[in-house]
């Protein structure tokens, strides 16, 4: 490295760096012309004797963030809106006083944490990391909200429960993809179709218990 003349040293590191970047996301990136463009940022990264290629390095590097950053951009978008939808739910499940004065606060700041990771990703393979994330605090949620009912009722005196006891309800978090014994299916009759919705009719059938309600992730 210490052949390298003025700033040749730092191109040459940030080329390395986007190379291990690349590495980690190239499962992830299905565009030609970022696929090329890393591609020859390894060729010159690879080099035994890269010096006169280094001078492309700068055009190459900015072209690979420019792309890089959009394709992240735009695999963040839906999972920023599939996290503030499912605060909103969350915050719909505290339907009292006591609900909402201990709850409200610390789900907005473990939603609003979660937001801000998936804005510091630096790697599209990292988010989908951040949805599966997302449904793990969903669920946590949901039982710390049930948890905390049953607290609450068990801290009622006979003279409180003056209102027939009310059947409990069991919110049960689902996701459609851990419903289904099968990771992939292919349909190529409509008898195909018919056999899959049946499969899911009879798994969410089993899951529905008396005084259960389902929430279903597609």
Aim: hydrophobic share 30%.
């Amino acid at each position: 490295m210490y052949f390298f003349k003025n700033n040749q040293k730092d191109f040459f590191k940030t080329a390395c760096e986007l190379e291990d970047l690349y590495d980690n996301d190239k499962n992830y990136i299905d565009d030609s012309n970022l696929i090329e463009i890393a591609e020859s940022i390894k060729r010159i990264v690879k080099m035994h004797h890269p010096y006169s290629n280094i001078q492309n390095l700068p055009w190459l590097c900015n072209k690979f963030n420019e792309m890089h950053q959009n394709i992240l951009e735009n695999q963040a978008k839906p999972i920023k809106q599939e996290i503030e939808n499912d605060l909103d739910h969350m915050l719909k499940e505290l339907n009292s006083d006591d609900l909402n004065q201990e709850f409200e606060a610390k789900f907005k700041d473990r939603f609003e944490e979660l937001k801000d990771k998936l804005a510091g990703c630096r790697e599209i393979s990292a988010i989908p990391g951040i949805r599966n994330e997302n449904e793990i605090l969903i669920n946590r949620c949901m039982d710390e909200i049930e948890e905390f009912k049953q607290k609450l009722a068990e801290k009622q005196t006979p003279e409180e429960v003056t209102q027939p006891v009310e059947p409990k309800i069991t919110k049960k978090n689902l996701n459609l993809k851990n419903i289904s014994s099968k990771t992939r299916i292919t349909i190529e009759k409509e008898e195909d179709i018919d056999n899959f919705i049946e499969e899911l009719r009879k798994k969410l059938k089993d899951e529905l218990e008396e005084d259960t309600i389902i929430n279903l992730r597609i």
